[in-house]
């Protein structure tokens, strides 16, 4: 669940880059999903 929604949230910023919101989305999705994702599958 936790990649299906990170990797929506990817979309989400692919679609609209130069909005302000996907460049929220792309900082929330920096600190809250990787530090998990990555130390769990390092």
Same mark, same amino acid.
Request: aromatic residues 12%.
């Given at each position: ?9 990817? &979309?989400? @910023?692919?679609? $609209?880059?130069? #909005?302000? #919101?996907? #460049? !929220? %989305? @792309?900082?929330? $999705? ?6 998990? !994702? %990555?130390? #769990? &599958? !390092?």
């Amino acid at each position: 669940m936790l990649l299906f929604h990170f990797f929506l949230l990817l &979309d989400e @910023n692919k679609n $609209a880059p130069k #909005k302000s #919101k996907g #460049k !929220i %989305t @792309n900082k929330r $999705a920096s600190n809250v999903f990787f530090p998990r !994702i %990555t130390g #769990k &599958d !390092i």
